[in-house]
């Protein structure tokens, strides 16, 4: 089911499985185009992704004819700067933010389960301790919400991985945190099998 709600005043997200999404809503002619340079399975993942973006924005009656990117990968909205987006997906579900006035990053992690390696770099030595005790769906779960909220973050500034998510102080415990100019929150539940979360500034001239 695509179900949309509100991070923040202005900040909407859209979520849904992407089947759901290519069976309900069209694929915008740009996007059609572009996914035919793709591998089927990213294909399909950029697709719906593009599509639940067009639904997002046809809400909101913005114009998004249009997607194109900055040079660090960030979707902008060339005739409308002024709106902030962001895509994501992650197996089988997709989410899309719009955030009019803002910037802003959302980011969808099916809980999946991450290597020792990889909870040390992303954790500060006593949470990844207690990742590495915990039971491996509880693990997996955990790690998705404290990698989606970085990730969320440094999409929202539009640095990408050159912003070293991994460097971002976040515990699975917390629903919301702040990071530089930018609020995040998570919107599922701890024990949701897929976490959600969006990033975002204050408004602009407000």
């Known amino acids: 089911m695509i179900a949309r709600t509100e991070a923040a005043e202005g900040v909407h997200v859209t979520v849904g499985p992407i089947a759901d999404v290519l069976d309900h809503l069209p694929v915008p ?13 990213r294909a399909k993942e950029y697709s719906a992704a593009r599509a639940l973006l067009a639904h997002a924005l046809s809400t ?3 114009d998004g004819t249009r997607v194109g990117k900055t040079a660090h990968g960030k979707p902008v909205l060339p005739a409308r700067r002024d709106v902030g987006i962001s895509l994501s997906h992650s197996a089988d579900t997709v989410a899309v933010a719009v955030a009019p006035g803002r910037d802003v990053g959302v980011d969808v992690q099916e809980a999946w389960l991450p290597s020792p390696s990889m909870m040390r770099r992303c954790c500060e030595p006593r949470l990844a301790s207690d990742l590495t005790a915990a039971s491996p769906p509880d693990r997996a779960r955990r790690f998705a919400r404290i990698w989606a909220a970085q990730e969320a973050c440094v999409k929202a500034t539009g640095e990408g991985i050159a912003g070293r998510p991994w460097t971002i102080p976040v515990h699975p415990a917390d629903r919301a945190g702040a990071w530089r100019a930018l609020r995040w929150l998570h919107l599922r539940d701890a024990d949701s099998a897929a976490a959600v979360c969006c990033a975002f500034t204050e408004r602009r001239n407000r």
């Open 60 to 62: 909101l009656d913005i």
């Open 29 to 41: 002619a740009q996007a059609v185009t572009e996914a035919r340079s793709l591998p089927a399975w």
